[in-house]
T-cell receptor, first 108, second 115 residues
Framework: GQNIDQPTEMTATEGAIVQINCTYQ??????LFWYQQHAGEAPTFLSY????GLEEKGRFSSFLSRSKGYSYLLLKELQMKDSASYLC?????????FGAGTTVTVRA | DAGVTQSPTHLIKTRGQHVTLRCSPI?????VSWYQQVLGQGPQFIFQ???????GRGNFPDRFSARQFPNYSSELNVNALLLGDSALYLC??????????????FGPGTRLTVL
């Protein structure tokens, strides 16, 4: 089976940094994705990791440790528009398995 | 370039009815996946089609079916609707199917409400 865990909610201040953790136990692994989803909208792709280490894309970075079944998404210089749900997803062959999502609220 | 498109945007049905949802992938993409997202949860995998063949199916009853057309667009059909089928139905397209670097891009979704 697939088990993907991430915190339900996080709150941070505008301009700050927030780290969203994701742990997974899956029957297979072809990569880990992070998506951002604003309320009522579709998920949009943020980042992808297949090898251990840190991937940086502007204000967003994602880290993977395959041996620990662990990833995190780091959001720097938070902006109000970053208030959204962040979904961790593991790719196993053709299928994406998602966590329940972490709702991040950015306060002024 | 146009992204993934889905129709309709919203749909209201009653229990027992059937529904057809449509998806057009990004131009050049040959794979379409369908997901169901219930409020407060992450998307759940329903189907993937690649080159008009079903590549995989999630843990959904036989009331759910899908197909992919020669132009790579896809339909998701749900028969005998139940209240629990109320959800956001997402279509995602990717260049191929399941490759390690094959990112799935999501459409805006169809919000289905079953009364």
């Amino acid at each position: 089976g697939q088990n993907i865990d991430q915190p339900t909610e996080m709150t941070a201040t505008e301009g700050a940094i927030v780290q969203i953790n994701c742990t997974y136990q899956t029957s297979g692994f072809n990569g880990l994705f992070w998506y951002q989803q604003h309320a009522g909208e579709a998920p949009t792709f943020l980042s992808y990791n297949v090898l251990d280490g840190l991937e940086e894309k502007g204000r967003f970075s994602s880290f993977l440790s395959r041996s620990k079944g662990y990833s995190y998404l780091l959001l720097k210089e938070l902006q109000m528009k970053d208030s959204a749900s962040y979904l961790c997803a593991v790719l196993n062959d053709y299928k994406l398995s998602f966590g329940a999502g972490t709702t991040v609220t950015v306060r002024a | 370039d146009a992204g993934v498109t889905q129709s309709p945007t919203h749909l209201i049905k009653t229990r027992g009815q059937h529904v057809t949802l449509r998806c057009s992938p990004i131009s050049g993409h040959k794979s379409v996946s369908w997901y169901q997202q219930v409020l407060g949860q992450g998307p759940q995998f329903i189907f993937q089609y690649y080159e008009k063949e079903e590549r995989g199916r999630g843990n959904f009853p036989d009331r759910f079916s899908a197909r992919q057309f020669p132009n790579y667009s896809s339909e998701l059909n749900v028969n005998a609707l139940l209240l629990g089928d109320s959800a956001l139905y997402l279509c995602a397209s990717s260049l191929t199917a399941g490759g390690v670097t094959d990112t799935q891009y999501f459409g805006p979704g169809t919000r289905l409400t079953v009364l």
